[in-house]
């Protein structure tokens, strides 16, 4: 197996910058793969990708260096500064792979942040950009294949409309222009699954993988799969809300105070662009209870946490003969070296994927996903016993049974 590229849009944003830093420390021995799901014993044995075989690149709508983001990174995040230093050559080389990113009707917030000037360019055109930077990147690097990542900002929610729904309506859509129809990361998505790429939306930016664009991918063999990538609060609470299910408990309102800094923090600070956190942030808690509580989630920029992701919950339940309880929980941990290991683990299923062949919604990826898509099942436990299934079901590399080691498999009942 051959080295695999990875392309991040927002490839200097702070997730990005703590995807490739961890990478190259992996690679060098310098930190453990403690937060890698797929270093669990059950993944053994499926030639998933080494650290080391992967390449990166990707696209950015500032004029950031790798290493300059590294730094702030480190600084901010109280990482140690002699892992930087031991790395800071290989990350400095990222930066001849990071192309142009494009902006197009991906809301004022993100639009602010472009170091270009921003100009009129048709959607056509576009496209034809990313994809030659596609192949540009696998012809520059020796690659054969290469997955495609979402890690910008999130965008405002996009209406579907009838251009969305097939891959005929949607190229219809392209060739007349209607800018309005799609965003930036809809142009992503669909050079990237045009180009053969494994795409996943780790935003909660609902344009990247509309209905036309998993029509594409079951019809180029091309797997995906989204959105936003679930690594806190949303985590927590779809861990912990079926116990007040399995206990018969009524939860009678759930409110999720966030406060957070960084990009991402000023981004969502925008009433627009928030909209799309939160609808994927709220969604977990009716699709396991089976009714709707009263729930609120808040979302608040405090610049001075930078990437110190701060979550606080109250939970307000009813117990027998009508007692009213409550719980609260704390949730604090740097966004971005939460995400990064997880990202590296995406990368690693996708190529999984690719070699066998799969197309379509990696649905068995859905415990990565605060909204994952093509799924109904929305509690942690089950969805890691999806991913333990389609371990599983393949077929091991030695003909043997699969070793799940010391990790208890979770379809069998203790």
């Known amino acids: 197996m051959g080295k695999t590229g990875v392309l991040l849009i927002g490839c200097t944003g702070y997730i990005s910058t703590a995807v490739i830093a961890g ?15 797929t270093e669990l014993e059950p993944f ?5 990708p080494e650290p080391s075989d992967l390449v990166f690149g990707g696209w950015d709508i500032r004029c950031a260096s790798p290493i300059e983001s590294a730094y702030e990174l480190f600084r901010n995040s109280q990482l140690p ?4 230093k031991a790395i800071e050559e290989d990350i400095k080389g990222v930066a001849q792979n990071i192309y142009a990113g494009v902006t197009t009707n991906c809301g004022r917030a993100i639009t602010h942040l472009c170091d270009r000037p921003e100009e009129y360019k048709p959607l056509r055109e576009q496209v034809d950009k990313l994809k030659s930077d596609i192949r540009d990147f696998k012809e520059r690097n020796g690659l054969e294949s290469a997955v495609v990542i979402n890690l910008a900002s999130t965008e405002p929610p996009l209406e579907f409309m009838e251009c969305h729904t097939s891959l005929d309506t949607f190229e219809q859509c392209l060739d007349e222009d209607n800018h309005e129809a799609i965003r930036a990361s809809t142009l992503y998505s669909y050079a990237a699954v045009s180009e053969g790429c494994p795409y996943l939306n780790f935003t909660p930016s609902n344009a990247a993988l509309i209905p036309a664009i998993l029509e594409l991918a ?10 936003d990538g679930k690594t806190g609060e949303t985590l ?17 309102s759930w409110e999720g105070f966030n406060i957070l800094g960084n990009m991402d923090g000023q981004v969502l600070d925008d009433p ?12 977990v808690l009716p699709k396991v209870l089976g009714y709707t509580p009263h729930s609120r989630v808040h979302i608040h920029y405090v610049p001075s946490l930078d990437d110190l992701k701060t979550a606080w919950n109250f939970i307000h339940f009813k117990g027998f003969l009508g007692s009213k309880m409550s719980l609260q929980f704390i949730w604090q941990g740097y966004d971005s070296i939460l995400a990064a290991p997880l990202i590296i683990d995406l990368v690693r299923m996708a190529d999984l994927s690719k ?3 799969e197309a379509g919604l990696m649905k068995h990826l859905s415990s990565f996903f605060k909204a994952p898509l093509g799924v109904e099942e929305y509690r942690l436990y089950e969805q890691f016993n999806m991913l333990m299934n389609y371990l599983h079901e393949s077929e091991p590399s030695n003909g043997a049974e699969p070793d799940t080691g010391n990790i208890k498999d979770p379809r069998i009942p203790t």
């Not at 500064?81 to 930087?84: C, G, S």
């Not at 909209?275 to 942030?281: G, N, P, R, Y």
């Open 272 to 283: 627009q662009n928030k909209e799309s956190k939160i609808l994927t942030k709220d969604k």
């Open 23 to 37: 990478t190259m420390a992996l690679n060098k021995g310098l930190c453990s793969r403690t937060g890698m799901v």
């Open 44 to 48: 053994s044995g499926l030639n998933l």
């Open 236 to 252: 927590v609470k779809s861990a912990l809300i079926p116990m007040f299910m399995y206990r018969n408990l009524e939860v009678l």
């Open 218 to 227: 079951e019809s180029n063999k091309v797997p995906v799969m989204g959105n």
């Open 355 to 357: 070699r066998r062949g």
């Open 81 to 84: 500064t002699e892992i930087l």
